[in-house]
């Protein structure tokens, strides 16, 4: 299946909080959150500023981070 481009990518970029240099996804939600899900984990925007610069997206680092407000 060809890759298509995201039609509000640069709406997106406005918003995203990811801060992982190079990441080929920023900007492209979808694709994003399917990776970081299958990697049993979430994307940058659901973490706080301090604990996205850790880069850990584990569940437990969302609780922790939630658990820390």
């Known amino acids: 299946m060809e890759k298509q481009t995201c039609p509000n990518r640069k709406i997106n970029l406005r918003d995203c909080t990811c801060t992982y240099p190079g990441c080929p996804r920023k ?3 979808c694709e994003c959150i399917k990776h970081h ?3 049993k984990g ?3 925007c659901a973490f706080s500023k301090e604990a996205e610069e850790t880069y850990d997206r584990s569940f ?3 609780i922790e ?4 407000k």
């Open 60 to 62: 437990e680092k969302f």
């Open 27 to 29: 900007g492209i939600c």
């Open 65 to 68: 981070d939630q658990s820390n």
């Open 37 to 39: 899900v299958e990697k």
């Open 42 to 44: 979430l994307p940058a």
